[in-house]
């Protein structure tokens, strides 16, 4: 028998991932499969971000790289956030990673011990928990409730019993899977909390220009330089500018961890690829047009997704996203009149119905699925036509 580490041993792929491969898998195999399961926008990268990578490939930009990436890059990645999030960065506070998963996992790598533990509100994305073990730790999943509308409410947790060794807690706002938009009220009151017991605040806001309804984002980093001082704040490209294959994100945090942060990378994957970073340079000195012109198109998606499941309310509930491009959808009902779970309807809509949808079980919430609506309307018009043939069913 082949003999993995302990730190692999229960390690799976990402089942968003999963889902993904397998409705593929599906489609080549002849079957009209339509994905609601993407974790990604469904156009193209802007063709000012591509042309400067390919001029980049040409102009020889293709050697090695510093580590924390092109002082440019970090420059012009520091400007942009302190001109629209709100805080002062310095490019030595700037780290380029390959993608803000990346981030996340050498954050975690740098901040945590083996056998301490991170909170996370939950529903949460996927890959937290699969990050923190990694590095030997655990999880402590604290509730957000869809009667909150799933946006952090500290009293709920101040009477749980938590051991001595939290290192942190990660938020992300916007969020994945809810798309819960946190406020400034909410990220005072969980902040000052989270400072109270000595916690690194991770905030992951990767979907942080993917809001409607006159939403502003807020940056945790933004809230005062005690708070800058312990948070890391994950972000990039990804999501706001079509940018998911490139692998490309960054972490903002203090020096000293930042230059931790930069030794980790430059001992695992040296850096991230260099034309990659010339994209995203001209990427952080865009204006904002096609990130705005793409939300308005999600806002359109939204609005039609809501005004189907509102004809279904006997079967499924939902609280208004404000963020990102995802529905979490409450299907309890409907599941106690199939007699089914969660998970064990998503298979059966994808065999049968050719539909991909994600269990809540994957994000830590039984009872529910998510819903992606960054693919085209015509795309979220026939999979709701089939959702509703298996309604009636
Ligand atoms: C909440 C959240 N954080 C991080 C990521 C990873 O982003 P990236 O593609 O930049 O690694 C995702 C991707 O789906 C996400 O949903």
Same mark, same amino acid.
């Given at each position: 028998m082949l003999r993995f580490s302990q730190r692999c041993e229960s390690l799976k792929s990402s089942s968003i991932m999963e889902i993904s491969a397998k409705a593929a898998e599906l489609k080549l195999q002849g079957f009209d499969v339509i994905s609601l399961a993407a974790g990604e926008p469904d156009f193209n990268t802007p063709i000012e971000i591509q042309n400067a990578a390919t001029k980049a490939m040409a102009d020889g930009i293709t050697k090695y790289t510093p580590a924390p990436g092109f002082l440019t890059l970090r420059q012009a990645v520091a400007d942009h956030v302190t001109r629209e999030n709100d805080f002062p960065v310095e490019p030595s506070e700037v780290v380029i990673t390959c993608g803000a998963k990346h981030a996340l996992y050498t954050a975690i790598q740098c901040l945590v011990n083996p056998g301490e533990a991170v909170l996370v509100p939950t529903p $949460?994305?996927?890959?937290y928990g699969a990050i923190v073990e990694l590095a030997g730790g655990y999880i402590i999943p604290l509730p957000l409730l869809e009667e909150d509308g799933f946006r952090p409410n500290v009293e709920r947790w101040k009477g749980m019993a938590l051991p001595s060794n939290v290192r942190g807690i990660i938020l992300n706002s *916007?969020?994945? *899977?809810? !798309?819960a938009v946190y406020s400034r009220d909410d990220l005072m009151k969980l902040v000052s909390w989270a400072l109270s017991r000595d916690l690194w605040i991770i905030s992951d806001e990767i979907y942080e220009k993917i809001t409607y309804d006159q939403l502003r984002h807020v940056s945790v980093a933004s809230l005062g330089p005690e708070v800058k001082g312990r948070t890391v704040t994950v972000s990039g490209f990804s999501k706001s500018h079509c940018m998911? !294959?490139?692998r490309l994100g960054w972490t903002i945090t203090e020096k000293d961890l930042a230059q931790k942060i930069s030794a980790f990378t430059s001992q695992s994957i040296?850096?991230?690829t260099s034309f990659a970073q010339m994209g995203a340079l001209t990427a952080a000195r865009m204006g904002h047009g096609v990130v705005d012109k793409m939300v308005s198109e999600f806002d359109a998606r939204r609005q039609y997704v809501a005004s189907r499941l509102d004809k279904w309310s006997g079967d499924v509930a939902y609280t208004m996203p404000h963020? $990102?491009?995802?529905f979490f959808v409450n299907c309890s009902k409907l599941l106690s009149r199939k007699g089914v779970n969660d998970v064990q309807m998503c298979r059966d809509l994808l065999a049968n119905q050719h539909i991909g949808l994600v269990p809540g079980a994957s994000f830590g919430s039984s009872g529910y699925v998510r819903l992606s609506y960054a693919t085209s309307m015509e795309n979220l018009h026939r999979a709701l036509d089939r959702f509703e043939d298996y309604l009636r069913t």
């Open positions: $949460a994305w996927v890959s *916007p969020n994945n *899977p809810t !798309g998911t !294959g490139w040296s850096h991230v963020g $990102a491009f995802y």
